[in-house]
């Protein structure tokens, strides 16, 4: 599976998730600061992953910055993103379950290497939601991107 992983530093636990990624038999698809050849800020390479997931030319994407918060908004500007910022296990799950989120969201300065590990197995254990009211939030999702 080819996961789209983007940062705009080589700080903290960047680097260290896309050995993760690979330790789980996954194949990463750097971009930014990861890459030797791109731009770095946030909202470029947040964009080119979560461009990479909306094309299927990856299946899910993770984007890193100092907070979080930038590369998520920068990946949900994407049509057919759905990014969801996580600090913690419990959360990630429920992105995956409730949310069908296709794109996970991490700190840099507040993700450790521990609790990466465990954002990583709640997010890559999960599965969407099959109940009709998860499904219905999903579908109205895509219905708002058409209305703007």
Do not use: Y
């Amino acid at each position: 599976m080819q996961i789209s992983v983007a940062a705009d530093e080589r700080v903290g636990v960047a680097e260290e998730l896309v050995e993760q990624l690979r330790r789980r038999g996954l194949e990463p698809v750097v971009h930014g600061a990861l890459s030797a050849t791109e731009r770095d800020d946030w909202a470029w390479a947040s964009e080119a992953a979560a461009r990479d997931v909306a094309a299927g030319r990856a299946e899910q994407g993770i984007v890193c910055c100092w907070t979080g918060t930038g590369a998520s908004i920068a990946a949900n500007k994407v049509a057919g993103i759905r990014a969801a910022l996580c600090a913690d296990a419990f959360t990630a799950a429920g992105a995956r379950r409730w949310n069908d989120a296709n794109v996970l969201a991490l700190s840099l300065r507040t993700t450790s290497s521990a609790v990466l590990t465990e954002i990583l197995d709640a997010w890559f254990g999960a599965d969407p939601s099959s109940a009709s009211e998860d499904q219905a939030n999903i579908a109205h999702l895509a219905e708002i991107e058409r209305t703007d």
